[in-house]
C-alpha cells in the first residue's frame, strides 16, 4: 500500500514561496511607533554613558583591565579553535555576501528590491556610524595598550566600538526586520541576539577587544536597526525608480529589435569615356565602317500608305565612310563636266 510522504516545514516554506508570482502585498514595513523612538532614545543614552565612562577612566575601564589580566583564551584554550571560525560570523565581508545571498533570492521570488536595498542602507550607516566613532575616539586594543590601568584613549586606534560586534548585529538583526510575520520576525530576533552576543564575547575572549568596546558595538548595532524606518520612504522611492530605469532600458532594446536596420546605399561606378582628340577623329574616317545592323524585314510595297516615287526621282545617298579613297581628279556623280576626260597613261 502507497502512502504520501509527510511535508515538513521546510518543504511548507518552499511551497508557500513557489505560490507567489508577485510582490507579495501583507508585507509588514515598520514603522517609527512610539514604542520604538523611545527605545532608540534609551539605547543613545545607553551609548553616551559607555562612551563617558570610558573617557572619565571610570570602573568599566578597571574592568576592561581585569578580563584583560584573566586572559581567558589561557583559562579555555579547547575552544580556542572553534572560536577562531566562530568570529567569522562578525566579519563584514562573509556575513554580507551570506546575508545578501538569501536576500537577492528573496527579491527574485518576491519581486522586489527592498530586501537588498535595507541591507545596502544598514551596511552604509554601520560603515559611516562606527567608522567615524573608531577613527574619532582612536583608542587602542589589549595587545597594543601603553599605560595600566588608562582608557588608551586618543592614541590612533580604531577598536572602539566593536566593528565585529555592531557588524553581527546590524547583517543578522536585519534578517528580523525583513521577516514577513510576527512570529518569524521573534525567532530570529533571537537568533540574531544569540549570534551577536556570541561573536562579542569571542572577542574580549581572544583578547582582540576591551569589554567595553563590545558593550559599545552592542549598542551601535542596535541603534542602527531602530533607525531603520526613517530610511523607508528613501528605500521605497529608490526602488520605484530602479524599477522605472528597467522598465525604460527594456523599451528601448525592444525600439531597437523591432526597427529594421536602414539599407546601406550601394555604390555604382560609372566608367569614364576621355574625350576624342583630333587624331582620334582622322583615324575614326580613315578606318572602314562597321556594317550596318540588319534591319528588320520590309512590308510588301503594296501595303505601304502613301504614294511613291520613282528611283531616278530619289536623291542619291552617299554612305559615311565609303571605302572608295578620295581623288583630286574625280567630280561627284551627277556635276556636270566642262571639258572632255582625260586619258590616262601616257
Not at 508570482?21 to 553616551?48: C, N, Q, W
Not at 577623329?281 to 528588320?296: G, I, L, N
Not at 502613301?306 to 531616278?312: D, K, V, W
Request: aromatic share 8%; with cysteine.
Amino acid at each position: 500500500m502507497r502512502t504520501e510522504r509527510n511535508l515538513t516545514r521546510l518543504d511548507r516554506v518552499f511551497a508557500r514561496l513557489d505560490r507567489e508570482p508577485e510582490r507579495p502585498a501583507h508585507i509588514d514595513v515598520p514603522k517609527m511607533s512610539r514604542h520604538r523612538v523611545a527605545l532608540l532614545l534609551a539605547t543613545l543614552a545607553f551609548y553616551l554613558a559607555i562612551v563617558w565612562l570610558v573617557v572619565i577612566t571610570s570602573w568599566l575601564v578597571r574592568l576592561d583591565w581585569q578580563v584583560m589580566f584573566f586572559r581567558p583564551y589561557q583559562q579555555w584554550p579547547e575552544i580556542h579553535a572553534f572560536l577562531d571560525y566562530y568570529v567569522v560570523l562578525g566579519q563584514r565581508g562573509p556575513t554580507a555576501v551570506m546575508v545578501a545571498a538569501w536576500l537577492g533570492w528573496r527579491s527574485w521570488r518576491q519581486h522586489t528590491l527592498r530586501p537588498l536595498l535595507t541591507l545596502g542602507a544598514s551596511l552604509l550607516l554601520l560603515n559611516i556610524t562606527v567608522g567615524a566613532a573608531k577613527l574619532g575616539m582612536g583608542r587602542l586594543g589589549p595587545h597594543y595598550a601603553t599605560t595600566i590601568g588608562s582608557n588608551e584613549m586618543g592614541l590612533g586606534g580604531d577598536i572602539f566600538p566593536s566593528g565585529h560586534t555592531a557588524n553581527a548585529v546590524v547583517t543578522w538583526g536585519i534578517l528580523a526586520y525583513l521577516a514577513s510575520t510576527p512570529r518569524a520576525r521573534r525567532w530570529l530576533s533571537a537568533v540574531s541576539a544569540v549570534v551577536s552576543l556570541g561573536v562579542g564575547l569571542t572577542t574580549v575572549y581572544l583578547g582582540t577587544h576591551w569589554l567595553s568596546d563590545v558593550v559599545l558595538g552592542w549598542a551601535a548595532g542596535l541603534l542602527i536597526l531602530l533607525a531603520l524606518p526613517w530610511c523607508e520612504p528613501l528605500i521605497a522611492r529608490a526602488e520605484v525608480a530602479i524599477f522605472a530605469l528597467r522598465d525604460r532600458l527594456r523599451e528601448r532594446g525592444r525600439r531597437a529589435v523591432a526597427a529594421p536596420a536602414p539599407a546601406a546605399p550601394v555604390a555604382v561606378s560609372v566608367p569614364l569615356t576621355p574625350l576624342p582628340t583630333a587624331q582620334d577623329e582622322a583615324a575614326t574616317v580613315r578606318e572602314p565602317a562597321s556594317p550596318a545592323p540588319a534591319r528588320a524585314p520590309r512590308a510588301p510595297a503594296y501595303l505601304a500608305p502613301g504614294p511613291h516615287t520613282t528611283r531616278s526621282e530619289r536623291t542619291p545617298v552617299t554612305p559615311v565612310g565609303s571605302r572608295r579613297p578620295p581623288h583630286a581628279d574625280r567630280l561627284p556623280r551627277g556635276a556636270a563636266t566642262s571639258g572632255a576626260r582625260p586619258l590616262a597613261g601616257g
